[in-house]
């Protein structure tokens, strides 16, 4: 509470009470149907975000860590439960069953998806009558060949024509892919999917031996800091799951010092973050002489690159355990405590491996993961390419568990971007300008110095005043006002390294003159 502010204001108590409002709503169910112009109502809810992002920075601290926990409290209310239970215990007598049981699992679960496809999703009757396929004919995870391959812009081109005509459009949830290889695009599930994902991320946690009501702490996407505050507390509180949530929008070498501190002085044990904001930490604590013991790290949301999980595991003296995942929920993985490679999920999704012609490669090949969400009746998205590699392996972890296992997950990573202020932010936090952009094929932005930012787009037509301004404006919200963005139309994106694609490419080293990721690829490659 600010020296001389009314504690009891009534404009104040109006905006906490319009902020929990709309954070109840952030994620939840939307009473808008889906409309034909599906960039237009996106745009609409960026708005909105907006406006309650501004209502809740302008609230005092203790009324945002308010916000925060009753945010946490309605997660809880929904994921927690006899659903969850039924789910947590399948999943653990899943571990143990023979390959053969987990298949059979899946093409029953299969089995009902295409036939409720078939009947109630206009996309896939289109698909399976041009082919003269029937349900019967897709019962099994080979029979999946028969179906085309599904792109994120064949998901575009369909529209609401994916969408099942027996749901209710304003109970679906709606997400963004979070572009770490291609241009966002909007997904829709319903309550199933949520909870199965929540089964999932405890699974992982069970694993990471974190137990839910342990003291740990977060450093994701949501803004939970205003980026106009400059001095700590840079980390808010949900009671509900005693959770420090920690900015990631505020990773300076000079404030990092209060990070640590922090989480010593209010007993955090274990973390859970992007896998960049994690290495942040983990270099200012190399270049500080310093180790800040922890139980587990979890990494998410971006690739881990394993110069990165050494430091990591050497500063914070515990083992890091990596998690796969996508806002598209048709695959998940995860590290187990042995860390000899990623289980798969079979439970979650069917995972196929194909080659540049879609046909499936063999065992130890990497090829381009599909995945077919087996709990999405909503929108169904079958043979989805993600746009990762990776290759399916025949070992068997020495945990003992009999899930399919991952080696060689290849996501694509971008350069962590530097402010004017010093500031490390993780790239995916700027993998959302794109919703700005009706018809970006494709996109990069380019840092070259701190305070410039070319974002380089290829479409078809000019970005007009309107787009510059949303897309401007998101940059410099999160990056700093001093930022300068130039946008320039090109005929293809340029790669780095050996032909790899990148979304954020920086030239700007991180504080401690330690070189960016693409520069320290580079370097491993020569």
């Known amino acids: 509470m600010r020296p001389g502010e009314d504690r009891e204001s009534p404009l104040r108590g109006a905006l906490f009470v319009l902020c929990l409002q709309r954070l109840s709503r952030v994620g939840r169910p939307r009473s808008t149907p889906l409309p034909k112009e599906e ?31 009753w945010r946490g409290w309605r997660i809880y209310r929904e994921r927690f439960g006899r659903e969850h239970g039924a789910l947590t215990s399948l999943l653990e007598r899943s571990e143990h069953l023979s390959r053969e049981e ?61 969408v099942s005509r027996t749901v209710d459009p304003g109970k679906l949830r ?57 001095k700590p507390p840079f980390w808010r509180y ?126 130890g090949e990497c090829g381009l993961m599909l995945g077919t969400g087996l709990h999405n009746f909503a929108m169904p998205l079958i043979r989805y390419a993600c746009g990762d590699v990776a290759a399916s392996s025949d070992a068997v972890c020495s945990c003992g568990r009999t899930l399919p296992m991952l080696s060689g997950l290849t996501s694509r990573a971008g350069d962590i971007l530097v402010t004017p202020d010093g500031r490390m932010v993780p790239p995916i936090m700027v993998t959302w300008i794109v919703k700005f952009l009706e018809g970006v094929r494709n996109w990069q932005v380019v840092q070259e110095t701190p305070t410039e930012l070319r974002v380089l787009v290829v479409r078809d037509e000019p970005v007009t005043p309107e787009e510059f301004d949303g897309l401007s404006g998101y940059l410099k919200r999160r990056l700093g006002p001093e930022v300068r963005v130039e946008i320039e139309h090109v005929d293809e994106i340029p790669r780095v390294g050996r032909g790899k694609s990148r979304h954020v490419v920086s030239r700007v080293p991180l504080v401690w003159g330690v070189p960016n990721r693409s520069a320290v690829e580079a370097e491993h490659e020569r």
Request: hydrophobic share 35%; net charge negative; charged share 25%.
């Open 39 to 69: 960039r237009r109502r996106e745009g609409r809810t960026l708005a909105n975000w907006y406006t309650t992002e501004g209502v809740y920075n302008a609230l005092p601290i203790p009324l945002q860590n308010a916000c925060v926990t």
């Open 102 to 162: 987990q298949r059979d699992y899946q093409e029953r679960r299969l089995q009902a998806l295409i036939m409720h496809a078939y009947e109630n999703v206009p996309y896939y009757r289109d698909v399976m009558d041009e082919r003269g396929l029937k349900p019967s004919d897709v019962s099994t995870i080979d029979d999946l060949q028969k179906l085309p391959v599904l792109t994120k812009a064949d998901v575009r081109a369909a529209g609401e024509r994916l």
């Open 174 to 230: 709606v997400a963004w892919t979070s572009a770490t290889t291609e241009t966002p695009l909007p997904v829709r599930w319903d309550r199933a999917v949520t909870l199965v994902n929540h089964a999932s991320y405890m699974r992982v946690r069970r694993w990471a031996g974190v137990p839910f009501g342990r003291r740990y702490a977060t450093m994701q996407g949501t803004p939970v800091v205003p980026i106009a505050q400059k």
């Open 238 to 363: 949900n009671a509900v799951w005693n959770q420090v949530l920690f900015s990631q929008l505020h990773l300076s070498d000079e404030n990092l010092h209060h990070y640590v501190r922090k989480m010593r002085d209010a007993g955090v044990e274990d973390l859970e973050t992007y896998a960049s904001g994690a290495y942040v930490m983990a270099r200012y604590l190399e270049d500080h002489d310093e180790y800040l013991p922890l139980t587990a790290v979890i990494t998410t949301g971006e690739p881990l690159l394993p110069d990165e999980r050494a430091l990591m595991e050497e500063r914070f003296r515990c083992p890091v355990f990596d998690a796969y995942g996508q806002a598209e929920r048709v695959i998940f993985s995860c590290e187990c405590e042995k860390h000899e490679g990623h289980h798969v999920f079979p439970e979650y999704g069917i995972t196929e491996f194909v080659d540049g012609d879609g046909e499936r490669v063999r065992a």
